[in-house]
């Protein structure tokens, strides 16, 4: 097996990232909150995957699956880092899932956003869905003042997203202790990373499910499933 030919220091970091995985599991089985995020996470990736088969000869439409795609191979790659301690490099991920559901959530409220970002080729055209603009349409639109999709927005790209002195944060396993290098794996790094992506995925399965026709049979079973975790994540982190 080429595996074996592997140098050293690679087969190592795989076996020890592979270690990591098996400790977070165990931290995960432990908890009684932590696994509501994994059912929370799996029944979005399970909505997306679903929303993806729907025929349609609608470009606009197409362009929304292609987007719910990307969210799914995001929540499986941001999940499998967290679980192997790439904390931070996970949430680097949550940050571009962030994003997209940010403008995915403005085609959901204004339709034809969709075809001008299919066609936008100028920077002026393009200039309406930077994620700052982006942002304010969603604010406006919902009638938020508080700005708060931008703080947290600025907290992923603080954390995760630009070589700051306050990324450094997530590279000690123990909060004012040394960084380290390489992956590791502590209780409250695990919990604060899997909390945002299960808050996440609560925002990628509502408006995925939105662009599900509503008589696409296949997806009634995933729908259900997402509804009742959906209840029960509410219940324990937010009542």
Not at 9 to 32: C, G, P, V, W
Request: proline share 3%.
């Amino acid at each position: 097996m080429f595996e074996e030919k592997l140098p050293d220091n690679l087969r190592t970091l795989h076996l020890q990232e592979e270690d990591l995985r098996s400790k977070a599991l165990e931290l995960i089985a432990e908890d009684q909150g932590l696994p509501l995020h994994l059912d929370m996470i799996e029944s979005a990736m399970d909505l997306c995957d679903l929303y993806r088969q729907v025929a349609t000869n609608d470009e606009d439409e197409k362009a929304v699956q292609l987007l719910s795609m990307r969210v799914f191979n995001a929540l499986g790659a941001s999940l499998k880092l967290a679980l192997s301690g790439y904390s931070q490099n996970s949430a680097l991920i949550m940050r571009d899932i962030l994003e997209t559901v940010f403008l995915v959530g403005m085609f959901q409220r204004d339709r034809t956003a969709i075809k001008r970002w299919r066609e936008a080729a100028s920077n002026r055209e393009k200039d309406e869905f930077r994620p700052v603009n982006v942002r304010k349409f969603l604010d406006d639109h919902d009638g938020f003042t508080t700005r708060r999709r931008e703080k947290i927005y600025k907290m992923f790209s603080e954390l995760a997203g630009h070589p700051s002195m306050n990324s450094m944060h997530m590279m000690r396993p123990v909060k004012g202790g040394d960084s380290v290098i390489g992956p590791f794996m502590e209780f409250s790094v695990l919990q604060a990373v899997l909390s945002e992506m299960g808050r996440l995925a609560v925002q990628v399965g509502e408006i995925v499910e939105s662009f599900i026709p509503a008589d696409f049979d296949q997806a009634t079973a995933s729908r259900a499933a997402f509804a009742e975790h959906k209840a029960q994540w509410i219940k324990v982190f937010y009542t």
